[in-house]
């Protein structure tokens, strides 16, 4: 059948149109959901961030919602991660995002043994956020993943350890496999350099040896107390060392088991886990009265970027949990 010249005109102008309006409506939504950065200077003589080529530059990226933040969260890339890689691997900021929560994704990826500078820079950041945008520095979640963890974790101690040692107290801290004591930290790298099967946990594993021995002096044996002042949590120790500042602090951990990689892939068992560390922390924690420290544990679901599989990794973490746990935190419905 023939189309009539003034339908086909007709058709055409229809089909134009709602595309035209369907490109509006979806350029407006990405760009309403566009993450901002912000330029916090082109030096960085601490390295706290990099694998950015020659830049010097730190920054921080933040996804700001339509409406006045009910809270922040922090989220901060594992050692040596890129924050674009980062967020091709998770949901979280677009899922705060929807609820009303501001999003800060600071370029820190490496940094130092005290975590002071790291520190430092998280609380300029802090302070141009409550500022710009006044959200109640009450209501700040941070985590992150691994070295980025740590950070978070360390943080949160720091602000427990003395009245405005920081620039807030986190509302709660999550956490993705993150290294705890870093005595046990030492003793794995002993038992990897000796298993020589992973040539690239054998170099990660000498490097952290001489950097513990250059900064504390020896090891953990030689000088106890060192790794315990450094550590996040120490297990054998009273209120797990530093651990017992985050006795007030809603804690999320979250760590895969995959023995089949562990001991396939690395020839490793438990004692080189980092749940090991973690559960025993949260355990510490729930001892010490804190009802909101809990540690999710799954099995085989790490995977990488590139799609190797790899527990040490975004995807063990339920994006949508994550998002449930921070909003029961700040009380949003």
Not at 106 to 113: K, M, V, Y
Not at 261 to 271: A, K
Not at 295 to 322: A, E, F, Y
């Given at each position: 059948?023939?189309?009539?010249?003034?339908?086909?005109?007709?058709?055409?102008?229809?089909?134009?149109?709602?595309?035209?309006?369907?490109?509006?409506?979806?350029?407006?939504?990405?760009?309403?959901?566009?993450?901002?950065?912000?330029?916090?200077?082109?030096?960085?003589?601490?390295?706290?961030?990099?694998?950015?080529?020659?830049?010097?530059?730190?920054?921080?990226?933040?996804?700001?919602?339509?409406?006045?933040?009910?809270?922040?969260?922090?989220?901060?890339?594992?050692?040596?991660?890129?924050?674009?890689?980062?967020?091709?691997?998770?949901?979280?900021?677009?899922?705060?995002?929807?609820?009303?929560?501001?999003?800060?994704?600071?370029?820190?990826?490496?940094?130092?043994?005290?975590?002071?500078?790291?520190?430092?820079?998280?609380?300029?950041?802090?302070?141009?956020?409550?500022?710009?945008?006044?959200?109640?520095?009450?209501?700040?979640?941070?985590?992150?993943?691994?070295?980025?963890?740590?950070?978070?974790?360390?943080?949160?101690?720091?602000?427990?350890?003395?009245?405005?040692?920081?620039?807030?107290?986190?509302?709660?801290?999550f956490g993705l496999d993150v290294p705890l004591d870093k005595s046990h930290f030492y003793e794995y790298c002993i038992r990897e350099i000796n298993r020589d099967f992973s040539e690239a946990g054998v170099n990660e594993a000498r490097w952290l040896l001489n950097n513990y021995q250059q900064i504390y002096g020896g090891s953990p044996e030689e000088f106890p107390e060192r790794y315990i002042e450094a550590s996040i949590y120490s297990n054998g120790?009273?209120?797990?060392?530093?651990?017992?500042?985050?006795?007030?602090?809603?804690?999320?951990?979250?760590?895969?088991?995959?023995?089949?990689?562990?001991?396939?892939?690395?020839?490793?068992?438990?004692?080189?886990?980092?749940?090991?560390?973690?559960?025993?922390?949260?355990?510490?924690?729930?001892?010490?009265?804190?009802?909101?420290?809990?540690?999710?544990?799954?099995?085989?679901?790490?995977?990488?970027?590139?799609?190797?599989?790899?527990?040490?990794?975004?995807?063990?973490?339920?994006?949508?949990?994550?998002?449930?746990?921070?909003?029961?935190?700040?009380?949003?419905?």
């Open positions: 059948m023939r189309v009539s010249p003034v339908f086909s005109l007709f058709d055409n102008t229809y089909m134009k149109n709602l595309f035209l309006l369907l490109f509006i409506f979806s350029s407006g939504l990405s760009s309403a959901q566009r993450f901002e950065r912000i330029s916090l200077g082109d030096q960085d003589p601490a390295n706290l961030y990099v694998n950015d080529g020659d830049s010097t530059e730190l920054y921080y990226l933040k996804l700001v919602p339509k409406s006045e933040p009910i809270g922040v969260v922090v989220i901060l890339p594992s050692g040596g991660e890129s924050v674009q890689n980062l967020l091709k691997q998770i949901d979280l900021p677009q899922m705060a995002y929807r609820k009303n929560i501001l999003t800060i994704i600071p370029a820190i990826n490496w940094g130092t043994e005290t975590r002071e500078v790291e520190i430092e820079l998280l609380d300029q950041i802090f302070q141009a956020v409550v500022k710009e945008h006044k959200v109640p520095k009450e209501n700040f979640v941070l985590g992150g993943l691994s070295n980025g963890g740590m950070i978070a974790l360390t943080y949160a101690e720091a602000s427990k350890k003395e009245v405005g040692n920081t620039f807030l107290v986190p509302k709660g801290v120790v009273e209120g797990g060392g530093n651990a017992k500042y985050l006795k007030d602090i809603p804690i999320r951990m979250y760590s895969d088991l995959d023995v089949e990689w562990l001991i396939n892939q690395r020839h490793r068992d438990l004692y080189d886990w980092n749940g090991t560390d973690i559960v025993a922390m949260v355990n510490e924690l729930k001892l010490m009265g804190n009802p909101d420290a809990n540690v999710i544990i799954t099995m085989g679901k790490g995977v990488r970027l590139d799609g190797r599989r790899h527990p040490h990794s975004w995807s063990i973490m339920d994006n949508q949990d994550c998002l449930n746990w921070i909003s029961k935190l700040f009380e949003i419905q």
